[in-house]
């Protein structure tokens, strides 16, 4: 049987060459790459088969929803396990109603990327319990809830923002015009009923965005 193609998207090398590792366990997995440009995977994906990417929500130059989207539009049976150091609340429910596969909060144990990924390539989903019980669920929210109003590019936006980049260097980042990040900070601080960027810090904060 041929080995599963596996492509690994974190920004930080030490994380891809830790979950390689991990994955090196399994003889029927194959990592044919490990990147944190989202152009490499575009450009082999045009070309080459692959099973299953696993991307972090959060990388340098493009938000993992974005592509995400890509990724399934140019091979719609791809694979997809989201990684985030961050908020599992928060964006679990958000990977579901993205497309994604499965999601993992990198302040779990290792192993559980490695089940996730023998999951997702059987055929299966990899979701925290308590997000597939929210949306089984909606009237049993046990403190599970994304009750903002931003759209997953704002959610974007809000993050560098928060981290002290200008609408110059955000637009730079993800590969936009200024007015398009003037538009989305407008659109952020009018949804959030906020006035400034410690307003906004801290609405961040409390979601476990930072």
Known sequence: MKPASVIIMDEHPIVRMSIEVLLQKNKNIDV?????????VVNYMHS?????????????????????KRIKSIQADTRILFLSA???????????????????????EQEDIYHAVEMLLS??????????????????????????????????????????LSNKEIAEQLLLSNKTISAHKSNIFSKLHVSSIVELIDYARVKGLL
């Open 123 to 164: 055929g299966y989903s990899f979701f925290p319990s308590e997000t597939l019980e929210l949306i089984s669920n909606p009237g049993s929210r046990n403190g599970v809830t994304d009750d903002t109003p931003l759209s997953n590019r704002e959610i974007t936006v809000l993050r560098y923002l928060a981290n002290g």
């Open 86 to 108: 961050k908020s599992e609340r928060f964006y679990a429910g958000r990977a579901i109603q993205a497309g994604a596969n499965g999601f993992v909060s990198k302040r779990k």
């Open 48 to 68: 080459n088969p692959v099973d299953l990417v696993i991307l972090d929500i959060e990388l340098p130059s493009i938000d993992g929803f974005t592509l995400l």
């Open 32 to 40: 044919v790459m490990k990147t944190d440009d989202s152009r490499e």
